[in-house]
T-cell receptor
Framework: GAVVSQHPSRVICKSGTSVKIECRSL??????MFWYRQFPKQSLMLMATSNEGSKATYEQGVEKDKFLINHASLTLSTLTVTSAHPEDSSFYIC????????????FGSGTRLTVV | SQQGEEDPQALSIQEGENATMNCSYK?????LQWYRQNSGRGLVHLILIRSNEREKHSGRLRVTLDTSKKSSSLLITASRAADTASYFC?????????????FGTGTRLQVML
């Protein structure tokens, strides 16, 4: 089945630094990937839609200069949290839509970001 | 916001009992999906039901969809301790090329031995 690999699973960084999270589709090509943010015991909130070869589409309220998304190939999308602050600490998850006839979307295992 | 509401927020049952979770949403949809999330992990797709379908089964899972009430339910029969997780419904709108998912608030299910 479809597999989405997300790295790192956990990262701790200092305030003011940048962190890059990678999301790879291992056995299929994903022209579109999605990035979500999840706070403890809460639902997933879509941050942006990552389109291969073009600019990402950000949801309302998400700072595009803060959360840089690059989708340079059909199997790799990256999310870079720039100038991180403690309030950016969260669980970030990527996903890609499965190719028919497989239904639904495949999610990465998530990245726990802690900014200290 | 399209985000759905799920109830209950938390559910605790004994192993062997059935668990029912409900999801309501606000606008027309193309399909509705249910996902499971173990603590600190990604989501796993469970089942998809299209807007023209009313009921679907997959193993111990039964999903219903009532588009007139904009609601769906997920029933897990004969629950097991391993079913302990958070369950989310997610909708896909009928238009747009991105087909992005909009998640409900989730139900935390605990199945006790």
């Amino acid at each position: 089945g479809a597999v989405v690999s997300q790295h790192p699973s956990r990262v701790i960084c200092k305030s003011g630094t940048s962190v890059k999270i990678e999301c790879r589709s291992l056995d299929f090509q994903a022209t579109t990937m999605f990035w979500y943010r999840q706070f403890p015991k809460q639902s997933l909130m879509l941050m942006a839609t990552s389109n291969e070869g073009s600019k990402a589409t950000y949801e309302q309220g998400v700072e595009k200069d803060k959360f840089l998304i690059n989708h340079a190939s059909l199997t790799l999308s990256t999310l870079t949290v720039t100038s991180a602050h403690p309030e950016d600490s969260s669980f970030y998850i990527c996903s890609a839509r499965n190719r028919p006839p497989v239904a639904g979307y495949t999610f990465g295992s998530g990245t726990r970001l802690t900014v200290v | 916001s399209q985000q759905g509401e799920e109830d209950p927020q938390a559910l605790s049952i004994q192993e062997g009992e059935n668990a029912t979770m409900n999801c309501s949403y606000k606008t027309s949809i193309n399909n509705l999906q249910w996902y499971r999330q173990n603590s600190g992990r990604g989501l796993v797709h469970l089942i998809l039901i299209r807007s023209n379908e009313r009921e679907k089964h997959s193993g111990r899972l039964r999903v219903t969809l009532d588009t007139s009430k904009k609601s769906s339910s997920l029933l897990i029969t004969a629950s097991r301790a391993a079913d302990t997780a958070s369950y989310f419904c997610a909708t896909v709108l009928p238009t747009g090329t991105a087909s992005k998912l909009t998640f409900g608030t989730g139900t935390r299910l605990q199945v006790m031995l």
